[in-house]
């Protein structure tokens, strides 16, 4: 009985050790998102916390999504080794003074479309010139699909990418100055020329557009899609998608 009880024991310290260890996360990820935006917008964000949070249970990490960006504090965002902002950015001078410290102490942030749309009434120098360096200065309308270049796949953002792809149909941000203007700024994929020109009521028809890009000197990832309904729908893109939670989340802050 005594020898029985003993192989219980075992057996059942074994499987709680292998049961907590299955459900420790590799990482933290708290997303930022808001319901108040242009509807195309708002749209995306909801596609993308189901995206993800499919990605989290299959990649074993913590996903977490909030509208209240208050959250954006010191206190809190020593839990989160990766934060995302779906379709906003903060207003508040606080928040971004947070956001600003976490990112330069090693936290680690991946941004989509309007999270990097800036105009004159931003007013926040350090993330539009230093972090994202770059400044929107127009758009295509409506959302189209687009050829994009892959510029470097020998990226982990960019593992298992073709040359060139099909993204589906998104609204195009064009940026001057262009953030590969900076000397830190990589950028990975953009906009193939062979798309000009682009849209029917705001018509691009020529120039650099970066799409994708990181910044050198932090852990971050920009990527101009985040417009619409369709986002998810390229296998290809979501690979892109997938390999940026990743590396982001395990370069993030320990
Ligand atoms: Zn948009």
Redesign the pocket.
Known sequence: MRQWLAAFFVVLAFTCGMTLHAQQPRFHVLAFYTEKT?A??VDFARQALTFFADQAKRDNFAWQATTNWDDLNAANLQHYQLVVWLNDSPHVGAQRAAFEQYMKHGGAWLGF??AGYNDERTHWPWFVHDFLSAVFLTNSWPPLPATLVVEDRGQPVTQGLPETFLSPAN?WYMWKPDPRASKNIHVLLSLSPSNYPLGMKDTLTAGDLPVVWTNTRYKMLYCNMG?GDKIFTSATQNRLFKNAILWLGEAGVK
């Open positions: 242009e195309d917008h479309h309007f609204e417009h």
